[in-house]
């Protein structure tokens, strides 16, 4: 089985610009573009690794083949709420299937698993992300983001013989923070 993520609608993430500057104790705002360039850049690396959306985004997973199950686990979590946006073509046709929602969701089919379904092309869309709005993400995020914006501010034009800690020296190009919320975030691979 082969498969294939799209994020067909990314919004931009900028958290409170206010929030960003009292944290890296900025005064003024004569560096907000860079902190909103840093703080995107921070929140798709977040996404990437922790295979999350945050704010709510549209996901294309194509499937070459259904696997023997008739579930499959959906890369990219959280899908919140009780009826979840979702479509499901097998070979541009719709297939009925049910999507269970959570921090990793997951898709069953409505019907059997065919030898024609084991070697059908599947494109699944999907709604998946925290909310609307960058106050929908949990805290522990929203400092993740945060820290990483802070330790790419303090760096920023340093080389490796400049750098005084783990992260500029090459070791984590991420902070603690963000580390930690990967790890918590992250999905386990079947």
């Not at 985004?57 to 009826?83: A, F, K, Y």
């Not at 541009?92 to 409505?110: D, F, K, M, N, Y």
């Not at 303090?154 to 984590?172: I, L």
């Amino acid at each position: 089985m082969r498969m294939t993520i799209q994020r067909l609608t990314r919004p931009a993430l900028p958290l409170d610009l206010v929030a960003t500057r009292d944290h890296l104790r900025i005064v003024g705002d004569h560096d907000d573009t860079s902190l909103i360039e840093m703080t995107e850049a921070a929140a798709h690396e977040l996404e990437e690794a922790a295979e999350i959306a945050l704010i709510t985004q549209t996901i294309r997973v194509t499937v070459e083949g259904w696997p023997d199950s008739d579930r499959l686990r959906l890369p990219i979590g959280p899908v919140l709420g009780d009826n979840p946006t979702f479509q499901v073509m097998a070979e541009g046709e719709l297939i009925e299937a049910e999507l269970i929602g959570g921090t990793r969701p997951v898709l069953v089919l409505g019907e059997t698993v065919t030898e024609y379904l084991h070697h059908a092309r599947f494109v699944i869309e999907y709604e998946a992300g925290f909310g609307a709005t960058p106050e929908a993400l949990p805290p522990d995020i929203r400092h993740a983001i945060r820290d990483q914006v802070a330790a790419l501010y303090d760096f920023r034009g340093a080389n490796a013989h400049e750098a005084k800690t783990p992260q500029a020296r090459g070791t984590s190009s991420q902070s603690y923070a963000m580390q930690r919320a990967i790890g918590r975030y992250r999905g386990v691979k079947a």
